[in-house]
């Protein structure tokens, strides 16, 4: 009996000491899953759609010139402690992207805290919507990605291969997944100019 209380009574005694003092706890809430990037009333927004447990998308919006400065408004007006290490899809509407992905592609391509293999689309009216009402559109988006490499090899799904596409192929187009919500969401092959 006594070898039993001694058990119990050291048993408590680790619970109660295991740990550190110091610890932090890191909310989900402050991490970035997924951007997106749009056109409204001729500015760029950029949406984060952060990690949670709500059962519906939770993100903040902010108007910005480049992901670098979205980055940084987002974390003073809203996210303090945004963290971008576990983004992994950048969505970009058409229009956006012919002004703003060469450069936001870059800046992911430099900073070391991004992932080299985020995925990025393009894609047409609506999407972004989809991603402001559905929690789960994001992942459904990469299968798309990833259905659409396999099914042509020449696409740039990754932004480390499209920030080296920029700077290595010019002259010669970029292919990028685009995904379309006309009627059905579906994903094709759309070609970019690669400037000189």
Known sequence: MFKKLSALFLCAISL???GCSQSKQIDKAYIA?????????G?????????????????TAVAAESLEDACEKAKKES?????????GLYVSEKSSAEK???GDTQFIAENAYFSPLIYVTLCGDGVVEMLDSDKEFGEKLE????????????VSVTSLSIFNNFYENKGKDLALSYIN????????VIKMPLKK
């Not at 899953?33 to 009333?41: H, I, L, S």
């Not at 996210?79 to 290490?85: E, Q, Y």
């Not at 919500?181 to 094709?188: F, Q, T, W």
Request: hydrophobic content about 35%.
């Open 143 to 154: 299968e798309l990605i990833i259905l659409n490499k396999k099914k042509d090899s020449s």
């Open 43 to 59: 500015k760029t927004y950029y949406s984060f759609y952060l990690l949670s447990d709500s059962e519906t998308p939770v993100y």
């Open 181 to 188: 919500s006309d009627k059905e969401l579906k994903a094709e």
């Open 33 to 41: 899953e997924t951007v997106a990037v749009f056109e409204n009333g």
């Open 16 to 18: 109660a000491l295991s």
């Open 79 to 87: 996210v303090p402690n945004l963290m971008l290490s576990k983004l």
């Open 100 to 102: 703003n992905l060469k």
